[in-house]
């Protein structure tokens, strides 16, 4: 069992910057590759970003890439989402997922486990 705590969200204008945090307890937490996930109101959710388990392997959505870097501490048993540049259109819950193995997927259903999710909004 994983649990995970998002923080670091709130409200900021187009533009500007976020840093989000998930810290982890429980199992092992290099056993786990971490996603990133958002929901808009009225849409689905979606994947933000994704790493594997030391860090190798990173996956974006195409709206984020070159704003959004996700990143992780396996010494601290946390995983970041920085956010720059951030638009209108980037606000949504963020959860923070883990799943067991060790590559990153898209896949809502490879994900067991998920934090309760921390409110971005960007004014514009």
Do not use: H
């Not at 969200?9 to 990133?36: E, H």
């Not at 990173?58 to 920085?82: C, H, M, P, Q």
């Not at 799943?99 to 896949?107: F, M, N, T």
């Amino acid at each position: 069992q994983v649990q995970l705590v998002e923080s670091g969200g709130g409200l900021v204008q187009a533009g500007g910057s976020l840093r989000l945090s998930c810290a982890t307890s429980g199992r092992t937490f290099r056993d786990y590759a971490m996603g990133w996930f958002r929901q808009a109101p009225g849409k689905e959710r979606e994947l933000a970003a994704a790493i594997s388990w030391n860090g190798g392997s990173t996956r974006y959505v195409d709206s984020v890439k070159g704003r959004f870097t996700i990143s992780r501490d396996n010494a601290k048993n946390t995983v970041f989402l920085e956010m720059n540049s951030l638009k209108p259109e980037d606000t949504a819950i963020y959860y923070c997922a883990a799943r067991e193995g060790l590559g990153v997927s898209a896949g809502i259903a490879d994900y067991a486990y998920w934090g309760q999710g921390t409110q971005v909004t960007v004014s514009s």
